[in-house]
């Protein structure tokens, strides 16, 4: 976690969303192959982030201090 950013390397261009723990949708975008820059909420807590494209998804959980 940089600046508010979370910091990403995608082997390929995904879909994301980003998640709090009540199912609340609190960002999403697009990666593109190679690093990204994910913003993330400036409340603290736990949150999670789906990734997926036409053929792949899956789930990651990160914590915001």
């Known amino acids: 976690l940089v600046n508010n950013n ?11 969303a980003v ?3 009540n ?7 697009k990666l593109l192959k190679g690093m990204n820059n994910i913003p993330v909420p400036y ?3 736990v949150y999670v982030i789906k ?6 998804q899956w789930t990651e959980k990160f914590v915001r201090q």
């Open 6 to 16: 979370l910091i990403v390397t995608s082997p390929a261009n995904f879909d994301y």
């Open 19 to 21: 998640f709090d723990m």
């Open 23 to 29: 199912g609340k949708m609190t960002g999403r975008g």
């Open 43 to 45: 409340n603290s807590g």
């Open 51 to 56: 990734f997926n494209d036409d053929s792949n």
